[in-house]
């Protein structure tokens, strides 16, 4: 069985208009999730703008998201940073507060030649904590192809990982070639990587959708798929938005549109167009055409 099963949502930070964290927004966002059936939280990643925030503020937001979740889903903490010892820290901090695992991306500042990637993620599996890889060589120089994986693949603590390629060939190859679990990374392949075989999905609209999302990841699981098909149609315009630059101003958006007050980004980051929010809002309606 993966550990780290189903709908995880990569949490968005809600933020008050002067850009201060809304901590109790976030507590407010985590317990509606929780209610609405998601299986874990993600918070500190990119989508919750952790590389905006002072190191209090990134620590205070795990701990509230931890302690909203109070054992109720696991929680799952983003590790990105500039070096090896800061990622450190952060899994050593996840660790001491109670978090169930932690994500972790390779080196993020340059292109690393593979034996800084090994030590990088030996280093980080000497914390103790169980450690999703993250692939994301659309916005980083790394691509942890399924044979760099499979030397990864020696590290205890290294368990799954959040593929985010973008090629759903991926999934097999990694299922293939390791015993990590694979937990789909972006939202417009969630129904093709549950065919695929991922037992996971680290989600970005399920923020604003998480009713719909469990439903559709389930099916895919089952592989129930003309009536998945009939779901993912609905909400497939949205979930392009998640592969974007600009996917945090979208699915704030979305947040704010589900009725979940999510408030602005922090620069650079600025708010979109109106046309832009405009599709949005057109994309939102449609997904929630259909109810489950």
Not at 35 to 48: C, F, H, R
Not at 121 to 149: F, K, Q, S, W
Not at 170 to 177: N, T
Not at 190 to 197: C, H, R, T
Request: hydrophobic residues 40%; aromatic residues 8%.
């Amino acid at each position: 069985m993966a550990k780290f099963e189903g709908v995880y949502v990569a949490l968005v930070t809600p933020f008050t208009k002067n850009h201060e964290v809304d901590y109790e927004g976030l507590k407010e966002l985590c317990n509606w999730l929780i209610q609405e059936g998601i299986d874990g939280l993600v918070p500190a990643g990119s989508l919750g703008e952790y590389a905006t925030m002072t190191v209090d503020e990134r620590a205070k937001v795990v701990e509230t998201v931890i302690e909203a979740a109070n054992g109720r889903v696991p929680v799952v903490v983003g590790s990105a940073a500039p070096s090896t010892k800061q990622a450190v820290y952060w899994l050593e901090h996840a660790k001491e507060k109670g978090a169930a695992g932690v994500m972790a991306l390779p080196p993020i500042n340059y292109k690393p030649l593979e034996n800084e990637i090994i030590e990088h993620y030996r280093e980080l599996n000497d914390v103790g904590i169980p450690i999703i890889a993250y692939n994301n060589p659309r916005d980083y120089p790394t691509d942890l192809t399924p044979e760099l994986l499979s030397k990864l693949d020696q590290f205890e603590n290294i368990v799954g990982v959040k593929e985010f390629t973008g090629d759903v060939r991926r999934i097999q190859a990694i299922l293939e070639k390791t015993d990590l679990e694979v937990m789909v990374g972006v939202d417009d392949l969630a129904f093709e990587g549950a065919l695929a075989g991922a037992t996971g999905w680290i989600s970005g609209v399920p923020n604003a959708l998480p009713k719909e999302g469990v439903e559709l990841f389930r099916l895919g699981r089952e592989g129930k798929i003309q009536e998945g098909m009939e779901l993912y149609k609905h909400q497939l315009p949205l979930y392009r938005y998640d592969a974007s630059p600009q996917l945090v101003q979208y699915i704030k958006y979305m947040v704010e549109l589900a009725g979940k007050p999510a408030g602005p980004t922090r620069p650079p980051r600025l708010p979109l167009s109106k046309e832009q929010y405009d599709s949005v809002k057109e994309a939102f309606q449609i997904a929630k055409k259909l109810t489950i």
